[in-house]
DNA sequence: AACCTGTTTTGTCCAGGACAAAAGGAGCTC
DNA sequence: GAGCTCCTTTTGTCCTGGACAAAACAGGTT
């Protein structure tokens, strides 16, 4: 056998931890982690526990830690340093324990547990309450399990599936709508959807008219399928994950494109931890003031 | 005014042409293209043409073409030959000219028009058929006209955005099912959900039970998720970009770690292609097949 | 606290060399 | 002519080590 799958390639490395290539190498010239062994051609071969050990600081650096003062640290200290982080709790407890029973069926993989849990509550919180009281504080829950690696890739997978179902399932019983015609996207490094799908529910639930273009959308053409389709208002949606500086320039940039008579609204963690605000881009720092951002667009509007 | 957003730096034509740095690097060096112009700190600037062209390159190298034989060709000369690789169109008229009145209202943005017709398509059909005369031949009328550079990004994203909440709602409505249990996903480099989710709706729709994880699942975790939760079959969806390669060296490699009660169907146009058999894996080379491979399962199993 | 200003840390870029993996082609056999 | 093996060319990815901008930090001033 030449080949061992428990060591990774540099390719591989980068694809499981989201580290550049270039990274991982100036770590190793610069702090002397990771220190992966050589194959028979010179080329890094990572074991196992420095790749998860990337992927712990990879977490880590994400949430604004230094690489320089956790490198030494070890595999256990990064991960309790990752528990510790898990603030912001669920205020309301009736909240926290529905959440915390979903979270469970997640974690034992009851796929059709789940499905008819998540649809219940649905039903009977209605849409709207629904995003607002059960899935945001989920999305955060399922957010921090991950971060901390209680829950692993397909748990997660699973988790954003089910929800994607349900919300699409709902957005899609709705149609047509009126003003505000709403187009909705991410930039180019932002892959989370469900932001976005949370969003359009809310909106097409107030009779809004939405258009999602899906994640990962260059400027250019955001701001060439906002004219083209008569918009009034661009959505965009930002994780934790994304970059704060690299999302307030694409907006100052955007905001410059579009014409304006279309508003810009953007929302999510990445934005909301950004107090410095942007000339003619409303922020929206949580989920829970779409609906009275809508009620203001309306408002101003009929004036 | 220090930045021109008309050049781009080489992270960014990375992004948007998904070309690797060192791959823009080498063609500079060993083919003369591209040939960037170099801003105040010698860093590669690429003007939109250029970034155009390359476009056009990676597309007809992922189609198999050799770059050598194509970087000297002009930008018109590329789009011909990209127009020239229309073969395969739809056999039967009255799909093709459904399929093309489609097209046309996602040219024109009309989104509401094109939710309201899939849909009519769909109920009108039903769903079994809606899947396998509209939406397979129209996948591939959209994926040509890509290529050819017919439609752009965000017409493409909409599609997308489209079916995918027209195919969840199906398959979240059904519910339930019995055996066998499907496990459904993709390989980490394959991005593309749409044939999953149609495989997933064929599939429900005759009564199995089905889980599916999403596109991009790491091929360990595939097979822990398989074990524990009692599947009978893994299917693995594969789009015409994905590299033949890496599909049969990834099948080889989960045919070996699951179980031999675990069988293993893969589909799509990476795997159709391929010849080769791989053993112990079941290859759907057309989406008609899906549920003939069904039946043959539930035949075996009552044996 | 809010605002500058210099310092340190950190990530991304560059050049040019090396070589494995993939594709193409030539010659052979059935 | 299809299928096979072996050889050549093409192509992409990896390597090292240097440079420097951008971001984060720290310290002093208003």
């Keep these: 056998m030449s080949k061992d799958s428990s060591k990774l390639a540099i390719a591989a490395v980068e694809r499981e931890t989201g580290l550049p290539k270039d990274t991982l190498r100036m770590w190793e010239r610069r702090y002397g982690f990771p220190q992966p062994e050589r194959d028979e051609h010179d080329e890094r071969l990572y074991p196992a526990d420095q790749v998860e050990k990337l992927r712990l600081l990879k977490r880590l650096v994400d949430q604004g830690m230094r690489p320089g003062k956790l490198i030494e640290a070890s595999i256990e200290a990064l991960s309790e340093m990752l528990q510790a982080r898990q603030e912001q709790s ?51 829950l399922v957010g921090n ?40 996207t991410t930039f180019p490094d932002e892959l989370h959807v469900l932001g976005l799908l949370m969003a359009e529910a809310l909106l097409v639930s107030e009779g809004a008219s939405c258009v999602s273009l899906g994640t990962q959308m260059p400027i250019a053409n955001i701001d060439s ?45 990445a934005i909301a931890a950004r107090r410095d605000a942007i000339p003619g881009v409303s922020i929206i720092t949580d989920i829970r003031e779409t609906l009275p951002a809508l009620e203001a667009w309306r408002a101003a509007q009929a004036a």
């Design 90 to 140: 669920v205020d309301c407890p009736a909240a926290a324990s529905r959440c915390n029973s979903i979270i469970e069926l997640l974690r034992l993989h009851r796929s059709e547990d789940l499905r008819r849990t998540l649809q219940q509550t649905l039903l009977k919180q209605g849409l709207q309450a629904f995003v607002i009281d059960t899935l945001a504080p989920l999305n955060a």
């Design 225 to 269: 399928a906002a004219r083209a389709g008569g918009f009034d208002i661009v959505a965009l949606s930002f994780s934790a994950a994304f970059p704060g500086r690299q999302a307030a320039d694409g907006l100052s940039q955007l905001r410059a494109a579009l014409p304006d008579n279309i508003a810009l609204w953007a929302g999510g963690r």
């Design 145 to 184: 399990a991950w971060l901390r690696g209680e829950i692993q890739v397909p748990e997660e997978h699973l988790y954003t599936e089910q929800v994607q179902n349900l919300l699409r399932s709902a957005i899609n019983a709705q149609g047509g709508g009126q003003r505000p015609r709403v187009l909705l």
